[in-house]
């Protein structure tokens, strides 16, 4: 997990390996006197606590309510744009905020009604470490964002996120004068792709370091913002808890540690990313919530079996109060998850993202627990059913549909996108890449799949599929065959209320719905082409993009 970007400025993905042991805590000990600024202390400049990390890190964090109002590296200040401070949310009111010293590290706390916030700095490293403990939800959704100066790096990111554009949808998406959109909200990848996200000019890296999000919610597929850069300056997120397409309910405990760093200009330390950090040296600091390593526990499965090895795998662990993940090693399937909290998890096997297989596993404090081959059976994977036909795979994304890749940073209607319109034909070799990725009730309600059929198939009745990853308004798949079959308008399954569709993002709830189709809906004539339509059915929505929608996982014939 070592190495720089080739492009300096451009964040590294890579998939977890393993969850990362959270936590540090509060400090211990008697207050310590103020240091002097030429080496490691830290001193009171009346407003603000001001700690030199005896690096080239000088910091500032208001007494008043937490914010972090000074990032001072090598001379220059990095901190701040439009008047604004980095801070938790946008910005705590008045609170508590004290400062002690242990050894080689510094602490301040910040408490705000339940909230509890933690800043520590460590002798001669150029980071910041940030826990937060959420209790409730007095603050509405968890976020930490550090606000940068404008000119200090280059927004030359192709997708980067700029407010000097026409908005086309709420008040946070935007349509250059070239025809290509931008929003915050347009993360392109997940949370289990990246470690750090940030900024390079080459000579000077600033990074968040994310955490292992065990209190987040929405799982490893989960997109949210990262990072934005504009004429003001520049904004790099850590978000903790955030409602757009979500699919759980917000979890609540201490996060972190999850780090700012400055580099040299390259990547920063992998000794800091998610399943690589330990803070041994935070196991005495008294941070609220905190569990050290020894209080935490791995799952270690020997294999998995029945997977299709054209497939990633992931194994998830999940309840009320903490998730993690892991990959399942491509060979054999085996996986390893640590630092996980004391509990009995929902353990999930993912084909892609979507759910192939689950049980229920207890992590114990200090102890592994060991699970034996997991054998998926083949019924609960549907690709595995035999299929007259079959548009995309079924995986749990509308990877290969067409403006599939594109809607993870872009809106639907984004001059890049190719025409969402547009009928199928079976046997074309083009049935996915054609079929557009999302359908609308205003937009591309009745897209037509033609397929031929031979007299015995004709001859038959026949379930058809449709798997979907999300849905927005209550978007779901009405089908007509041949002008002379319709079915029944579907119930709708559970899905996020928010917007999805066109803020980037397709992960929701995964679903298939099932037709029944009798063989009188058939053609007789095997060399005439049948017609499938599919409608999107809900008296949700607006209009255009915003109405009535739903992504597309696969779609399929079965024998």
């Known amino acids: 997990m070592s190495g720089s970007d080739s492009h300096p400025v451009r964040r590294r993905a890579f998939v977890l390996s393993a969850a990362a042991a959270a936590g540090t805590a509060a400090l211990a000990g008697p207050l310590a006197s103020p240091a002097s600024a030429a080496g490691f202390g830290w001193s009171d400049d009346g407003s603000n606590y001001v700690v030199d990390t005896g690096a080239s890190l000088v910091f500032k964090v208001s007494k008043t309510n937490g ?5 001072v590296y090598r001379g220059t200040e990095y901190q701040g744009y439009d008047g604004k401070n980095s801070h938790i949310e ?22 705000y009604g339940t909230l509890k916030h933690y800043y520590a700095a460590r002798s001669g490293e150029n980071n910041v470490y940030l826990w937060t403990n959420k209790a409730d939800t ?12 404008k000119g200090l790096f280059l927004n030359d990111e192709p997708d980067s996120y700029t407010y000097t554009s026409s908005t086309i949808e709420a008040s946070d998406v935007f349509a250059k004068s070239d025809g290509q959109t931008r929003s915050k909200h347009y993360a392109k990848v997940r949370v289990l792709d990246y470690d750090h996200i940030g ?26 913002l990262l990072r ?37 200009g390259g ?43 054209a497939y990633p795998y992931t194994v998830g662990l999940a309840n009320s109060a903490a998730q993690y993940w892991g990959s399942a090693r491509a060979s054999d399937g085996y996986f390893s998850i640590g630092g996980a909290l004391p509990g009995t998890y929902t353990l999930t ?55 599939a890749d594109l809607m993870t940073y872009a809106h639907p209607s984004d001059v890049r996108a190719a025409s969402w319109t547009g009928n199928v034909v079976i046997g074309s070799g083009t049935e996915t890449s054609a079929f557009p990725c999302y359908l609308w009730k205003d937009v591309n309600s009745g897209i037509i799949v033609h397929f031929r059929l031979t007299a015995a198939q004709a001859a038959a009745a026949h379930t058809l599929r449709i798997g979907v990853t999300t849905a927005y308004a209550n978007g779901r798949p009405q089908i007509v065959v041949n002008d002379t079959w319709t079915s029944a308008v579907p119930s709708p399954p559970t899905q996020p209320s928010t917007r999805s569709l066109t803020v980037g993002s397709y992960r929701g709830n995964n679903y298939t719905f099932t037709y029944s189709v009798p063989a009188s809906a058939w053609l007789t004539d095997t060399s005439a082409y049948n017609q499938l ?26 024998a």
């Not at 370091?209 to 949210?224: D, I, L, Q, T």
């Not at 903790?240 to 760093?261: D, K, M, S, W």
């Open 138 to 149: 007095s603050v509405s959704a968890t976020r930490y964002i550090v606000r940068v100066k």
């Open 267 to 309: 990547a920063p330390s992998s000794s800091l990313y998610p399943g690589t950090l330990t803070t041994s040296w935070a196991d005495s600091l008294g941070i609220s919530g905190y569990v050290s390593a020894s209080g935490r526990g791995r799952v270690a499965g020997a294999g998995i079996s029945g997977r299709n090895t």
């Open 67 to 71: 914010d972090l109002t000074s990032l």
């Open 228 to 264: 934005h850069q504009s004429a003001d300056g520049g904004g790099l997120y850590e978000i903790l808890y955030y409602g757009e397409n979500q699919t759980e309910a917000q979890r609540f405990g201490l996060q972190g540690p999850y780090v700012i760093a400055f580099t040299d």
């Open 199 to 224: 900024w390079s000019t080459g000579s000077v890296g600033l990074w968040i370091v994310r955490s292992n999000h065990e209190k987040a919610s929405g799982g490893p597929f989960y997109r949210s």
């Open 533 to 558: 339509k599919i409608y999107v059915a809900s008296g949700s929505g607006t209009t255009s993009f915003l109405s009535a929608g739903t992504s597309i996982d696969a779609i399929d014939l079965l």
């Open 90 to 111: 946008s910005g705590l009111g008045t609170s508590t905020v004290t400062i002690a010293q242990s050894g080689s590290t510094i602490l301040i706390s910040v408490t």
């Open 349 to 403: 096997v993912y084909k892609g993202e979507l759910a192939v297989y689950s049980t229920q596993v207890t992590v114990s404090a200090g102890g592994t627990t060991t699970l034996n081959t997991i054998a998926i059976p083949s019924s609960n994977d549907p690709g595995n059913a035999s299929a007259i036909w079959r548009i995309g795979d079924w995986n749990g994304t509308p990877g290969g549909f067409k403006n």
